[in-house]
């Protein structure tokens, strides 16, 4: 049984930091690409950073520079670090982890920006 687990949302103001935390069990997680996705009210949901199982990253535009992906393969986890927080990151963020040409999602956790 795959789960993904995720904490660490919360309110936070506009520029602030927050850490999200997605822990994974059920699958191998060191040859699987993980990632965040992110679904805000009304809006599709949406890529917001993924690494590869040999450590390549790809994020979105919009968190260039200010969001940072990172993960554990020994704990099975993956970490994403967001700084410079603005009102239009405010959504439901979600871990996806793809294992075996499989998608798993988590539960989702809400992230809101107040400017």
């Known amino acids: 049984q795959v789960q993904l687990v995720e904490s660490g949302g919360g309110l936070v103001q506009a520029g602030g930091s927050l850490r999200l935390s997605c822990v994974a069990s059920g699958i191998i997680f060191s040859i699987s690409a993980v990632g965040w996705y992110r679904q805000a009210p009304g809006k599709q949901r949406e890529l917001v950073a993924v690494t590869g199982n040999i450590g390549s990253t790809t994020y979105a535009d919009s968190v260039k520079g200010r969001f940072t992906i990172s993960r554990d393969n020994a704990k099975g986890t993956v970490h994403l670090q967001m700084n410079g927080l603005k009102p239009e990151d405010t959504a439901v963020y979600y871990c996806?982890?793809?294992?075996?040409?499989?998608?798993?999602w988590g539960q989702g956790t809400q992230v809101t920006v107040s400017s």
């Open positions: 996806n982890a793809n294992f075996r040409k499989r998608d798993y």
